[in-house]
């Protein structure tokens, strides 16, 4: 039995145990069921279907009895006038849950503050199906339709929906968004899901509720690029009855500077800037479920309250959500998070939980009174190396572009190392390439240059004539300088691994330096495409045809070749053949009318990754913890986030309704 397999029964033993000794919150009213973790790890492969919205009516509502007593002493309409014609309804995953109570959560920095933005403030138009099956539910539009050709795409917004503060969502809020913000160069920039060969969409309003949008090209990719991790549809932070105020197109000259005088900034641009975001600017109405009530303390803490709108009900007509407010604590070590946890102090993490934090979770979880729910991290590349082929510094651009420094850097890697100090042993060792289950599953590629062989690895650089050595045996580039390259420390989440890289590294003869800086300051060096190495996971599959190129900041591996693509070639700088291919096959994937096409294209595309091999691979696939504190219910159980299209416990993509979760009233603890 090899020693991956071994691993494998280890960690699914360690979550039987844990799950086992898991018993329902005290003062619940009937026990689980009891659910099988070996099971459940095995369902990521072979469940069924995952959890979709139920398809029926609700006439009858009622709401939370803080809402209530607003509408009694009517600072508040009836339930009735504040939800949408026909909300949506969602099918409570354990109970009917219990009005009120206080969720504590958790935020290390503005990146995992933001990932929690994206589970706990969901909104877009349409959502993936939890699992990401390749369907998809409604949201706040209703429904939508595409041309033949795919070229246009039409929603219609859901009948009567309002933000926080009762304002009437409508087109012109999308229009808005659209036209005066993300279309204006001294604001933002074309969301990349909108953009087809360089070109933005054109937007098109038909009524207060319909509108189009219309791209240059087929593109029938569309709901999944605008559903994904980096699917820029922000509509819902720029209400345009509140945000205008602060827009030169739509504000009075006088008194917006006197707004900027007041915000001690140099124009109306930095002053819109500094209004968005949930931290700047809790005056600002929402769509989502909760929403800030005042600026994040001096100690980082921030309460989000329900939102009295809200556009979701439960089946029995109950308005989402259940639970009164979000408290939120600054927790920037992790140390000091675990001890939280184990003193019962927090209701929910998962975002900054990895693998090798299963032992201590298990050890605490009787002393912090909460239950660990396991997921299969379906990234087999979640800890990849990236190499920046445009650098700026020719010599270094010169070796990362020659297939066979990749390719000894990936024979370099011991990965089992790897997986044992930086996983806890709980990860597979393996490229960069779509799970095992996934349609698009590429099995030569996974294993391609995954042995560890440093001779080898010495071998290929010296073939390609790096064979000169300093004193302390680091090689020399053609100019004479020792060859030394700039690796981007971006989240801690993989220190052990990134310390592990520096070593086999430097037995290969290069010198590797991490830069800290943080995830704020990565993006902005690779933006200006001053990145020369970082790592970070890699997603790839059926879903994700875009995760096969270079895309900043996140895929940082041809800065410039991805600023050619995106403006048509008028910038940056032309990609090879082979990186003009993978482009191509992105857009293709698009155009595809059917599943067989597109996996044709995605195996085509593992092809050319298998030759070229621009993204090293190292370990992924590791199973997850979330800690949910016992007095927490209806959080589901993460074997609904199932293949075969494959999914990580990543919340970014909306698939958990938080909304339905709610809080024991009276437990003891």
């Known amino acids: 039995m090899n020693s991956f397999i071994i691993r494998r029964w280890l960690v699914v033993l360690l979550v039987f145990a844990v799950a086992v000794a898991s018993g329902f919150a005290r003062g619940a009213v009937e026990e689980p069921v009891d659910v099988d973790p070996v099971a459940a790890l095995e369902e990521l492969e072979t469940a069924d279907g995952p959890y979709h919205l139920p398809d029926f009516t609700v006439t009858r509502f009622s709401e939370a009895p803080m809402l209530a007593e607003m509408v009694a002493a009517g600072e508040l309409p009836a339930v009735e006038e504040r939800l949408p014609a026909n909300p949506i309804v969602v099918e409570p995953y354990e109970f009917i849950g219990q009005y009120g109570g206080t969720l504590r959560s958790n935020y290390a920095s503005w990146t995992s503050y933001e990932g929690y933005i994206n589970e706990f403030g969901y909104v877009n138009l349409v959502k993936q199906v939890q699992g990401y099956t390749g369907e998809y539910e409604p949201d706040v539009a209703v429904s939508w339709e595409a041309s033949d050709d795919r070229t246009e795409w039409t929603f219609t917004l859901r009948e009567g929906l309002r933000w926080s503060d009762g304002e009437p969502f409508t087109t012109a809020d999308i229009q808005y968004w659209y036209e005066d913000v993300r279309l204006n160069p001294t604001l933002d920039v074309p969301p990349p899901s909108l953009t087809v060969a360089g070109e933005p969409a054109e937007l098109i309003v038909h009524d207060e509720r319909t509108f189009t949008f219309r791209f240059a090209e087929p593109y029938g990719l569309l709901l999944m690029e605008m559903t994904g991790r980096q699917g820029s549809m922000d509509f819902d932070h720029h209400p345009k009855h509140y945000f205008s105020q602060f827009h030169e197109d739509y504000a009075d000259p006088a008194e917006l500077q006197r707004r900027i005088d007041e915000a001690d900034v140099e124009d109306w641009a930095m002053l819109y800037e500094a209004k968005l975001g949930y931290l700047q600017e809790p005056d600002a109405p929402r769509l989502s479920a909760w929403e800030p009530v005042a600026p994040a303390t001096d100690e980082g803490r921030q309460r989000w309250v329900r939102n009295p709108y809200y556009y979701k009900v439960d089946r029995a007509g109950n308005q989402l959500p259940y639970i009164d407010e979000i408290v939120w604590d600054q927790y920037p070590d992790l140390e000091v998070l675990m001890l939280a946890l184990a003193g019962g102090e927090q209701d929910y993490a998962n975002i ?12 605490n979880r009787e002393a912090g009174d909460y239950r660990l729910v396991p997921s299969q991290n379906a990234k087999p590349g979640q800890y990849s190396l990236f190499f ?22 990936s024979y370099a890697h011991n990965r089992e190392e790897v997986v044992d100090i930086d996983f806890g042993g709980l990860a597979e060792p393996g490229q960069a390439s779509p799970p095992h289950m996934d349609p698009a599953y590429h099995e030569e590629w996974a294993n391609a240059y995954t042995e560890y062989d440093p001779d080898r690895a010495n071998a290929l650089l010296d073939e390609m004539g790096l064979t000169e050595r300093d004193a302390e045996g680091y090689r020399l580039l053609p100019d004479g300088r020792r060859f030394r390259i700039l690796f981007d420390n971006l989240s801690g989440s993989h220190d052990d691994a990134n310390e592990l890289t520096v070593e ?6 290069i010198e590797v330096d991490l830069r800290p800086g943080g995830w704020g300051l990565y993006i902005e060096r690779a933006e200006s495409n001053d990145v020369q190495m970082h790592a970070w996971s890699q997603q790839m599959g059926m879903n994700q045809p875009r995760e096969y190129t270079p895309h900043p900041p996140w895929r940082s591996w041809g800065v410039e070749w991805y600023h050619w693509h995106q403006s048509g070639g008028q910038e940056g700088e032309e990609p090879p053949e082979w ?11 698009g155009e595809a009318r059917d599943e067989e096409h597109r996996i044709e294209l995605l195996l085509e595309a593992g092809d050319i990754h298998m030759e070229y091999l621009p993204t090293v691979g190292i370990a992924g696939m590791d199973p997850r913890p979330a800690a949910v504190h016992n007095r927490v219910r209806n959080i589901m159980d993460q074997e609904h986030n199932a293949p075969p299209w494959g999914v990580n416990l990543d919340p970014h993509g909306g698939t958990s309704y938080p909304e339905q979760w709610f809080v024991i009233q009276g437990y003891d603890y």
């Open 352 to 363: 900054r939980l990895r693998s090798h934090h299963w032992p201590v979770l298990a050890e």
């Open 388 to 409: 920046n082929y445009t650098t700026p510094d020719d010599q270094l651009r010169e070796i990362f572009n020659d297939p066979r420094f990749r390719k000894a850097v």
């Open 504 to 509: 086999y590294m430097a037995d290969i003869g």
């Open 579 to 589: 990186v003009k291919r993978l482009y191509e096959i992105w857009a293709e994937a």
